[in-house]
């Protein structure tokens, strides 16, 4: 049992954390929002001029890193400028598969397991030079080889035939992949699976003709990359201040038409001052605005806030081993200090992300109960029971687990009477990312569990993803946030021979769940969506992480932007290339 003087110090506790919920103030029932309060298309006022440029607002405390290229980043903040100057070769739909409206049409053969690509004859690079097969296959031979440094190759890729060797260097091509003509090619797989038909294809080509000389380990870091990256989008790029901006001009050969604007500027805004930036006009539109910063700005007359379901979570991790860069493969480690899934799910249990997201969000982020988010409808199970606020419940099973307050310090020791100090990292970031750190800390101090903030501060973007992907071991637990892909397979995070795999979890039955989604017995839907509802439970049982909130993407969009959708593809039907200004100048608000 919890001894008294723990019982007294929980009191105190939850008194702080009722006064740090507080100091982002009450919430009347008007200042509780809700995604169906926006819309995702942008009423446009006015007629468009010629040309003209806009402002884009990359919302981030740190400079980007600038790996800009599909094949190697690994940051959001670079693929958000990436997706202005190159994109994928399919489109998508509103459900996520792929169709035939992009660059490239494919055709698909179950029965030989393979899918052949056809590349439209009038998409080139920004320097002139068409957009090959050639290319296309290149981008795998990079992410296959074995001395490419980046994190895409997984499953995606290992199901190729003939991959596999190439990877291992038994091999000097990929068997599997076969060029046809300067347009098309062919890539057959040892397994066909219903995610190929959605993300499970990469869809991204690189300009052979550019990095064909440079060596594989070397490209990450070339100027191809960081200074002078091409695409084949809408706009391409003229210059770079690293870390702070990118100007874009426009594409005049883009493959769908000429794009209306003349260019983009895209740079740098700190989470503190978009708002301002906002206001001002500094900014025509922004990667992301803060959410608790709605109430007080909703009424801005001079932009319309849109917003969707973001393909996205928060969530708390629990290291519980390590990644094994040889095998490639996460191997764990029962003596990891958050092995205990007792501990875990009573940390689960201690905190209370419904009034997270209510104080800090206004509604616009959300209790998470899962791993597969709600952008995913025909997947994401709303009635699997996970562990809502209930402290008591915490108490209880860290008593039951034998975590108990050995010394009458106030902070329960571990199951062998040893002193348990949680070493928590979590991202800087707008003014919600220490206050929300400090309530987690102080709700578990209130169940007794002592967890200190690394370093004793938050970490930048770029520290700290770096540190929790090199299995730093002075983290215990971290906060996160995933984008999850088009298709529904989790795999590329949480499989065994995922390098996202942060948490470094695994076991048999999460890599039977994981195989059994992508299985040919997976292209019948309902078997599918009862694979992922038995996998969504398992994670739940395990907690190997735990979700906090679903997030809603709020985007302010100045008044003199036309044609805007929160996702520019076919499921909206509009596109960058579309983008025009009714005026010259940014619209102030009154």
Request: a negative charge; one cysteine or more.
């Amino acid at each position: 049992m919890i001894k008294n003087s723990m019982k007294k110090l929980s009191a105190v506790l939850l008194v702080g954390l009722v006064l740090i919920l507080a100091a982002c103030g009450e919430k009347a029932d008007d200042q509780i929002f809700s995604i169906d309060d926006f819309d995702k298309i942008k009423t446009n006022e006015g007629e468009a001029i010629e040309g003209g440029t806009i402002n884009y607002g990359l919302v981030t405390d740190s400079p980007f890193e600038g790996t800009l290229n599909y094949t190697f980043y690994s940051g959001n903040p670079d693929v958000e400028i990436i997706d202005w100057f190159d994109e994928s070769l399919l489109a998508i739909d509103e459900n996520y598969n792929f169709t035939q409206d992009g660059a490239a049409t494919f055709e698909v053969n179950q029965e030989e397991n393979s899918i052949t690509f056809t590349i439209r004859d009038n998409v080139n690079w920004h320097d002139g030079k068409p957009v090959t097969a050639e290319d296309w296959v290149f981008s795998y031979e990079v992410i296959g080889h074995p001395e490419y440094d980046g994190v895409r190759y997984n499953s995606d890729f290992t199901i190729i035939q003939g991959m596999e060797a190439y990877h291992k260097g038994e091999a000097d091509s990929i068997s599997g992949i076969e060029i046809h003509d300067e347009k098309s090619f062919t890539i057959t797989y040892d397994q066909f699976t219903p995610s190929l038909l959605a993300s499970g294809v990469w869809t991204y080509a690189m300009p052979k003709h550019i990095f064909e000389d440079i060596p594989v380990a070397e490209m990450s870091s070339s100027d191809a990359v960081r200074r002078n990256p091409i695409g084949m989008g809408p706009f391409k790029v003229d210059s770079i201040v690293p870390g702070e901006s990118v100007t874009l001009v426009k594409n005049e050969d883009y493959w769908r038409g000429e794009p209306n604007l003349d260019g983009v500027t895209i740079r740098v805004v700190n989470p503190n001052v978009v708002v301002q930036s906002v206001k001002n006009g500094e900014v025509d539109l922004v990667s992301s605005f803060p959410t608790d910063q709605y109430p007080d700005n909703k009424d801005l007359s001079n932009v319309q806030f849109l917003a969707d379901v973001e393909n996205a979570y928060t969530y708390i991790g629990f290291k519980l081993g390590k990644w094994d860069e040889e095998a490639g493969e996460v191997v764990m480690d029962p003596d990891m200090k958050m092995a205990d899934v007792n501990l875990r799910r009573a940390m689960w249990y201690a905190v209370d992300n419904d009034t997270i997201g209510k104080q800090f969000y206004n509604g616009l982020r959300w209790n998470a109960t899962t791993l597969i988010p709600p952008s995913h409808p025909d997947y994401h199970d709303g009635t699997i029971e996970a562990p809502l606020y209930d402290p008591e419940k915490a108490n209880e099973i860290l008593d039951e687990a034998g975590y108990i307050d050995v010394d009458g310090d106030g902070f329960r020791e571990d199951r062998d009477g040893n002193k348990l100090v949680i070493n928590f990292a979590s991202m800087s970031g707008g003014d919600t990312a220490e206050p929300i750190a400090r309530y987690y800390m102080q709700a578990w101090e209130a169940v007794g569990l002592n967890v200190q903030l690394l370093d004793g501060r938050l970490q930048e973007f770029n520290t700290f993803y770096d540190r929790v992907e090199a299995d730093d071991p002075a983290i215990d637990i971290y906060q996160g946030a995933w984008g999850v892909a088009s298709d529904v397979d989790p795999s590329g995070l949480y499989g065994r021979n995922a390098a996202f795999n942060f948490p470094r979890y695994t076991n048999e039955e999460n890599d039977r769940l994981l195989a059994e989604g992508i299985s040919e017995a997976a292209f019948d839907q309902e078997y599918r969506q009862n694979v992922y509802k038995e996998w969504q439970k398992l994670m739940v049982e395990e907690v190997p992480v735990f979700p906090t909130v679903y997030r809603a993407k709020l985007v302010p969009v100045n008044n003199r932007v036309l044609n805007y959708a929160v996702g520019f593809d076919s499921s909206t039907g509009i596109y960058r290339h579309e983008l025009a200004v009714s005026q010259d100048e940014p619209v102030k608000a009154e």
